[in-house]
């Protein structure tokens, strides 16, 4: 391994280190060194000490937390949405898809962080930050990728619908990554098509108001 080049080098060094992420209190760069199967000489030629290490694996995980994020296929599924059926089963549609996504999401997070990953990453000139959620907010944009195709679902409707088509497909949306979906530990989430009712008419039964 140490007849890579210096970057070569320092990426090698960085994925060997990301399953140690979890042990961040403890860890050595000697310990760094023997999981990458380099002498510690090695490692510190290419990284001034344990806490350059720790960035480039934050810089390997936010960039794989950009890709399995992507949402450009499911962008595309909505988009593909026939039209001409009524909206409520559009939606179910949107929901089906979005459900697909975000067990794709579960999935390829599992492979890619360690167990016991720390709360917060090294220290730098800022001071410590989360590890994971700050990479994730930079992520927003595909979730408005979702809102944006949501919301051009809607437009056939719009002259129905009591608010415009982008805030109804935000609501939508979170929704259905937010409260109503994801399953209590000992019931199931509300079906799909629960779900769109809920959205479409709201939580009253037909004909009844507050008392």
Do not use: W
Not at 66 to 88: C, H, K, N, S, T
Not at 185 to 191: A, G, K, R, S, V
């Amino acid at each position: 391994m140490t007849g890579m080049r210096p970057e070569q080098l320092r990426q090698a060094v960085a994925r060997a280190a990301l399953p140690l992420l979890g042990e961040y209190e403890t860890l050595t760069t000697a310990r760094i060194a023997q999981a990458a199967g380099i002498g510690e000489a090695d490692l510190l030629a290419v990284f001034a000490d344990k806490e350059a290490v720790m960035q480039a694996c934050v810089a390997i995980l936010a960039e794989a937390v950009a890709v399995a994020f992507d949402a450009a296929e499911e962008v595309r599924q909505i988009g593909a949405i026939r039209a001409d059926q009524p909206l409520a089963a559009r939606l179910v549609e949107v929901i089906d898809i979005l459900d697909a996504y975000n067990r794709r999401i579960r999935v390829d997070l599992d492979d890619l962080l360690p167990a016991g990953v720390p709360a917060v990453s090294t220290s730098d000139a800022a001071g410590s930050r989360p590890l994971i959620p700050d990479d994730l907010r930079s992520l927003d944009s595909r979730s408005s990728e979702i809102r944006e195709a949501v919301a051009a679902l809607l437009e056939p409707d719009e002259s129905r619908l009591c608010l415009p088509v982008r805030v109804l497909a935000a609501a939508f949306v979170g929704m259905t990554f937010g409260g109503v979906r994801p399953a209590h530990p000992d019931e199931p989430p509300l079906p799909a098509e629960r779900v769109v009712d809920l959205f479409l008419h709201g939580a009253m039964h037909a004909g009844r108001v507050a008392g």
